[in-house]
């Protein structure tokens, strides 16, 4: 499941109806990233809610896998993506951020 996508979440409820504000907060910062990503509702389906904690050694909801690398839940992503280090994760993967895109562009702008 975590290798079907270069990102796949594993969250409560769905991107468009989030069950629970720590799945919110990731879907906004991926939406923010333009970042387009599996996502699975653990809330429908309990094997699958305590699988996923097995699987990555990590004790809750939501997780955030890079090309198959548990990378983190709320907290983690949203210090990797006040850092900037969001940013460089995607790239390693072949994914440019929206935010990039358009930093670039307004530079762009800038200069001509
Ligand atoms: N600090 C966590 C917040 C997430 C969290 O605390 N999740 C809890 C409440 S939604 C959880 O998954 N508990 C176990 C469960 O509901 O299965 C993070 O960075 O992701
Ligand atoms: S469902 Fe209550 S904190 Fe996530």
Not at 1 to 25: D, I, L, T, Y
Not at 38 to 60: C, Y
Not at 64 to 79: A, P, S, T
Request: proline share 4%; charged share 25%.
């Amino acid at each position: 499941m975590v290798n079907n996508n270069k990102v796949v979440v594993f969250m409560k409820g769905v991107p468009e109806q989030p069950r629970c504000g720590f799945s919110n907060a990731v879907v906004q910062i991926l939406r923010m990233h333009g970042v387009q990503y599996e996502a699975h509702d653990v809330l429908s389906d309990e094997s699958l809610r305590q699988g996923i904690k097995d699987f990555s050694n990590w004790p809750t909801i939501p997780q955030v896998f890079i090309n198959g690398e548990f990378v983190g839940g709320c907290d983690i992503m949203l210090q990797m993506h006040q850092s900037g280090d969001l940013i460089e994760e995607l790239e390693k993967v072949g994914i440019k951020s929206a935010l990039l895109l358009a930093k670039e562009k307004e530079d762009a702008e800038k200069k001509s």
